[in-house]
């Protein structure tokens, strides 16, 4: 594990980090995950990003590799906003709109971007990036909360996941470089963390919305026990999914796995 480069630097193409961001770059890691909370448990501050070219040891919810291959991008940024854990939760759907943001600006106008609860990003219904928040706190507030981001820029997993998946090579004329899509993430980041800090949840929980794949679908919730079927209604104020059953009862789900769709069913049950 060989750090490359440090501190904030001028990418090409005349783009310029958020003068806030100190970059720390690696050319292979274990994880930017790991790496980000290791040096978040040291005390080093906000806004520090640990870039990786490729990971050895990527990993995604619910304890998943992630495939790492160079070409991607690979991001993890230590936030640290004082706040109780669940309200640091949102952050997640920051960083989905920031991701959707990247995404709109460079895929083919005719195509959808949308946010899939709890945290995906999808192009035409594939998934393009993954999101993993990870945190550590004393008593009820955070002391910091790592957002990694992963994003498919030349490559994505085959097929055979429960999920289908993208990568911005395949969805653009032109492929862009990762550099270029990191300052566009970590532009777009800034905007909506500014935003959140702040305004708070509402207008992400707005914007989210307004993207969201399914809103008012059949959706099935694959928990922790069983699947539970109903319709995808609304996001509550903790980021929350609110599941109207046929019963007209509402269900709050905080965590879970989301499939749309006659397929999708089959993949949850299993
Ligand atoms: C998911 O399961 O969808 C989340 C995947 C998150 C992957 C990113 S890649 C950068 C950062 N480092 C990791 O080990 N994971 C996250």
């Known amino acids: 594990m060989t750090e490359a480069r440090g501190l904030a630097r001028q990418p090409p193409h005349g783009d310029r980090f958020d003068a806030r961001f100190r970059v720390v770059r690696f050319g292979a890691i274990d994880s930017t995950n790991t790496e980000a909370k290791r040096r978040a448990a040291a005390g080093e ?17 619910r304890g998943r590799a992630w495939q790492s291959p160079r070409g991607n991008l690979y ?43 709890p945290n995906d990003v999808l192009v035409d219904g594939r998934k393009v990036a993954g999101i993993l928040l990870e945190s550590s706190a004393s008593g009820r507030t955070l002391d910091w909360l790592v957002l990694g981001v992963g994003l498919n820029v030349a490559h994505h997993p085959g097929v055979g996941g429960a999920f289908p998946s993208t990568s911005l090579r395949d969805e653009c004329a032109v492929a862009p470089d990762v550099e270029r899509v990191t300052a566009l993430y970590l532009d777009a980041l800034a905007h ?32 922790e026990r069983e699947p539970l079927e109903g319709r995808f209604v609304d996001l509550d104020e903790n980021g929350a999914l609110v599941l109207e059953l046929a019963s007209g009862a509402r269900r709050v789900i905080a965590a879970g796995e989301v499939f749309f769709g006659a397929s999708d069913v089959h993949a949850a049950r299993h």
């Open 45 to 61: 501050p906000e806004f520090t990003v640990v870039l990786a070219g490729e990971q050895t040891a990527g990993h995604g919810r």
């Open 75 to 117: 991001s993890s940024v230590i936030l640290r906003p004082a706040c109780a854990p669940i309200v640091g939760a949102q952050i997640s759907f920051v960083a989905a709109l920031a991701v959707s943001d990247v995404a709109r600006s460079l895929v083919h106008p005719a195509s959808s971007v949308a946010c899939k609860w």
């Open 192 to 223: 909506w963390y500014d935003r959140w800090r702040a305004e708070g949840f509402a207008p992400v929980r707005a914007a989210w919305l307004g993207r969201s794949l399914g809103l008012a679908s059949p959706v099935t919730v694959r928990l």
